[in-house]
């Protein structure tokens, strides 16, 4: 499966949007020091890691672009599938067959396919995934203080890369907070010193602030709202709109509605038929968020009263907690992808709670609950051919982008006055165009329908 | 196979049938096949069909005649495989094609197929052809479709 996603992301050209104007910046930048400081004082954004990694793997392509950026998003996705079958320590049959259900919950999960397809030109949606799935690793090995060392450098990484890497302190405390002793008390007391530290200095001393309103369009009720139309409705008292963004974020994950803030649903059934897909989405989620329901019903009284929890409990506590808290990161505005760590630790849950309910010994309703297993595994592997397919188009779009890309630079006020930017461009663009693709308009047109 | 196999294998097999799979498509692909859905496969006509502009960037600078009918498989346009000029089946296909590029290229819209390609638009409700054409109009004088070559 991972390799499957890998060939998925090494077809998709460099996107001219989000990778093309950072790439000439690095070009611009004298040093990997320089992009860092660069990165740091970015009005809105702290990140300055992900523009020092920018500009390591430009210096070190030796103007092998494609290769460098996509190799490193390959070997983040291949990470994150390791990491995650180790956290999931497969020992039995029933594990071995939720393992393989919650893999096709990992990647037909439609935060999932925003947080893997993109470069920006490094992808650091996937990044904060593994930094976040590594933390977690951390938390539930053995003890000592080389694994403290280890987590506050995680923690470090992840909140330099991007604003979400603060799901990894989530992790911890979490972890913590449910028994895994991997890391020490000192050791996330660190973190949290480290966390501490972080907003102080982001507020308070770059004061890089938050991302205003006015930034980005985003999906609310049934449509999408632009940036002139946000702060038209709620520049005065945007509480509200931040409190629907949370909810939405949260629900996508475990419901697949809305999508990225939008009601599928009901617009689909609006304007006169919702589509298969849609339901598949639907149904499939609200059935695995069920099962992981009847998971925590089945155990909440143990933790309430005994404050006990066993390593399968661990996971499904912490995987909810980084849903959560995933959902209040995204407040200010919602994107499928920025939910990704939270799907990825929905996947994670999933495979608990399966492994669980199949562990069970046989009910008398076994046959019919056999029956809505496969239809739900069914539909999942459904939505994971969805994503290779939503991969396919994201690349026939991405190369026709290259087409245009003077004029787009133009637009952005971004076009290189220099030869060598020049020349950037133009290798990036015969890299795009000489590239094939499948072509989604030879494909069936029935298929939009279903892989939603 | 026991009741508890049978659970077992409901949330299983359909994953892994989904792995065979993969590691089908990932044989074929690393061998090239099938080539039919490929872009490299594809005609200037079909490009303009299907409003891939990358390959009809890459086809125009290989030296494809712009203003040459060639072959459009079944599907995009009509449901048989025909022959068309790419303006035409940019017209017929409804996506917005790469028509500036094509023009910019050399692709004729004169009064020779004008009408023809005003009627194709017409007929498929393509709004944004025709705008396009209405701006690039020969003469004010109007069209009956009846008595215009159908493209299709």
Redesign the interface.
């Known amino acids: ?1 991972a ?2 996603v890998c ?1 998925g992301v090494l077809r998709i050209p460099l996107q001219v949007t989000d990778s093309l104007v950072p790439m000439l910046d690095a070009q611009r930048s004298s040093s990997v020091i320089a992009a860092f400081g660069s990165g740091a004082t970015n009005p809105g954004y702290f990140r300055p890691l992900r523009a020092a990694q920018i500009q390591a793997l430009f210096e070190l392509s030796n103007g092998h672009y494609f290769a460098a950026y996509k190799g490193f998003q390959a070997a983040a996705v291949l990470a994150v599938f390791v990491l995650f079958l180790l956290l999931l320590e497969v020992n039995s ?2 594990r ?3 393992l ?2 919650a ?2 919950v990992l990647t037909g999960l439609h935060t999932f396919r925003g947080t893997v397809w993109e470069a920006y030109p490094v992808n650091h949606s996937i990044e904060v995934v593994a930094f976040c799935l590594l933390a977690l690793l951390l938390a539930r090995s053995k003890p000592g203080r080389w694994t403290d060392a280890a987590a506050a450098l995680t923690f470090i990484a992840a909140i330099f890369t991007v604003e979400s890497g603060l799901l990894v302190w989530v992790v911890i405390v979490g972890a913590w907070l449910t028994g895994a002793r991997g890391i020490s008390r000192r050791g996330v007391a660190i973190v949290t010193v480290l966390l501490a530290g972080y907003l102080a200095m982001r507020f308070a001393y770059l004061r890089t602030g938050v991302p205003a309103l006015s930034e980005r369009s985003t999906g609310f009720g049934l449509r999408q709202l632009d940036p002139a139309e946000l702060q038209r409705r709620f520049g005065a008292w945007p509480y509200g709109f931040y409190a629907y963004n949370v909810l939405s974020s949260i629900l996508t994950v475990l419901f697949s509605e809305p999508r990225a803030g939008i009601w599928t649903v009901p617009a689909e059934f609006m304007r006169g038929r919702i589509a298969g897909g849609t339901i598949i989405n639907v149904v499939s989620s609200t059935v695995t968020t069920a099962i992981i329901g009847w998971f925590v019903v089945a155990r909440w009284r143990q933790w309430w009263r005994e404050r006990s929890f066993d390593r399968d409990d661990q996971l499904v506590v912490v995987s909810l907690a980084v849903i959560a808290a995933n959902g209040v990161i995204s407040y200010s505005y919602t994107k499928d992808e920025i939910m990704g760590p939270g799907g990825v630790f929905y996947a994670l849950a999933a495979c608990v709670s ?1 492994a669980a309910l ?1 562990s069970r010994p ?1 009910q008398p309703a ?2 019919a ?3 809505i ?2 239809m739900t ?2 539909a ?2 459904v939505r ?2 969805g994503l290779h397919y939503q991969m396919n188009v994201m690349t ?1 779009y991405d ?2 982008e ?3 890309v003077d004029d787009w630079l133009v637009q952005q006020k971004s076009a290189p006055t220099t030869d060598d930017g020049k020349a950037l461009v133009r290798q990036l663009r015969e890299d ?3 590239r ?4 989604p ?3 069936s047109p029935r298929l939009d329908q279903w892989f939603r | 196979m026991t009741r508890s196999h049978w659970m077992l294998a409901s949330v299983a097999v359909p994953a892994l049938g989904w792995i065979v799979l993969g590691v089908i498509w990932l044989i074929a692909t690393a061998l090239g096949v099938p080539r039919g859905f490929d872009s490299r496969t594809m005609t200037l006509t079909e490009a303009s069909a299907v409003a891939s502009h990358a390959d009809a960037a890459v086809l125009l600078r290989g030296g494809a005649d712009p203003n040459a009918a060639s072959r459009l498989r079944g599907g995009l346009v009509m449901n048989s495989a025909t022959t068309m000029t790419p303006l035409e089946a940019a017209t017929g296909a409804i996506r917005s094609g790469p028509v500036q590029m094509l023009l910019d290229r050399g692709a004729r819209i004169d009064e020779g197929n004008y009408a023809v390609l005003w009627c194709g638009a017409a007929a498929r409700r393509n709004t944004d052809m025709l705008r396009f054409l209405e701006s690039r109009r020969p003469e004010r004088t109007p069209i009956d479709c009846t008595k215009v070559r159908s493209l299709w």
């Open positions: 499966m390799a499957t060939a049959l029933e071995a067959a939720a393989l259900f893999l096709t399966v199949l046989v076994a046959s609950l056999a029956l297993l496969a595994a069914s999942w592997v994971t051919a026939f190369r026709n290259w087409v245009y795009a165009l000489q094939s693709s499948v072509n308009y030879l494909l």
